[in-house]
């Protein structure tokens, strides 16, 4: 009896203020069967019905058709496969499954079989298309020269993993190193090498990117954590970091008292969740950094606290400095191979960063986020001027801005682009006079725009919101954020000074 009304309880009361809602974006894809079964039900009813009758869906319908997780009933007790895979005969899918693993093994031939393949065609042999050669050869022989055939016709060209890589990579392939990348490199050594570092000159050449080599010491001065005076910079290092462990022996046992374990508990929550398809993140050592870093944080900022998304943005700084130490790539690096003064000095710095982060940004984490109310509305006022009609498209579905835009503010564009691309992205940011709170918004509206076609393809209210909380960018690389850049800084120029032209 107890079991059934603490069950109950449990689904009237599901859906509290705070209540742990799962969130999708580019590196969140969702796959919970449970949350695509009722999606492929309604998507059959809209179907079945008339172009005539059909009616624009409304955000009121979206939510009374949409079960909570609470409600979905207890494990055991649900039949997660959807309806659709029920009906599936037994046979077709026997039969198509024996199919692939034919021909997933006869890709997998030995090398010498490749080779007497490879010499069986004729030198001036040209495969001008795959209907052509199927018709001339054994199917599966056809599939396996065709196979060939492109790999020796096309240049070779880095892919970038569906697992967002953090290393520095263009989508398009380009080489690592330029002759106007290392003329840049040296231009920054020479800044940061002179006995006072020209700080505006810094910040006008890390705008369009900082090169992997000096970003960790460029973020630190963009950042205000270490001065331009070269002879200032190690006292300084040593002092800031003695003053963080500090804090740690200060503060970071009363993690277990009564008035601060609800706010212990839910940054020990959230941290397994921050970049769970990246390695290096799930890493125990890696996740008690983090949480040391997230609760000193939250209680020397009483007004604020701990808000879920400040675990997001101490990744980028952990990984620009501990690239300073690890010359591969760092997202499958194993950080006990560190000593663990370069650990600390790593904890620290990230710290500090964040902190100097968060100052400029604190009111969108205090009490209702008004800072994130008042950007959601400027970008709602930008875009019905710079695209009336994605504008008016929101509205004709019911979708207000504040249902996927509130996310952008809140973890700075983390969700939707690889943590890469946030990492370039963090370069413009600090070069820009208050670019984490003022330029960002129009990074978003930039962001927005770029996906108008998308946008005005979706024609109900779901299609909406599943097309902004999952757009495409897992492959986006340094060139495609250097234009999402070049058309912000455009939008800035034209309406930052000149607020009256938000209005009609």
Known sequence: MAAENSKQFWKRNAKLPGSIQPVYGAQHPPLDPRLTKNFIKERSKVNAVPLKNKKASSFHEFARNTSDAWDIGDDEEEDFSPPSFQTLNSKVALATAAQVLENHSKLRVKPERSQSTTSDIP???VIKSSSDAQLSRNSSDSCLRNALHKQQSLPIRPIIPLVARISDQNASGAPPMTVREKTRLEKFRQLLSSHNTDLDELRKCSWPGVPREVRPITWRLLSGYLPANTERRKLTLQRKREEYFGFIEQYYDSRNEEHHQDTYRQIHIDIPRTNPLIPLFQQPLVQE??????????IRHPASGYVQGINDLVTPFFVVFLSEHVEEDVENFDVTNLSQDVLRSIEADSFWCMSKLLDGIQDNYTFAQPGIQKKVKALEELVSRIDEQVHNHFRRYEVEYLQ???????????RELPLRCTIRLWDTYQSEPEGFSHFHLYVCAAFLIKWRKEILDEEDFQGLLMLLQNLPTIHWGNEEIGLLLAEAYRLKYMFADAPNHYRR
């Open 404 to 414: 996927f835009a509130f996310r952008w503010m809140n973890n700075l564009l983390m």
């Open 123 to 125: 030198a001036n042999y």
């Open 289 to 298: 950094i983090f949480e040391r870093i997230l609760f000193i944080w939250a």
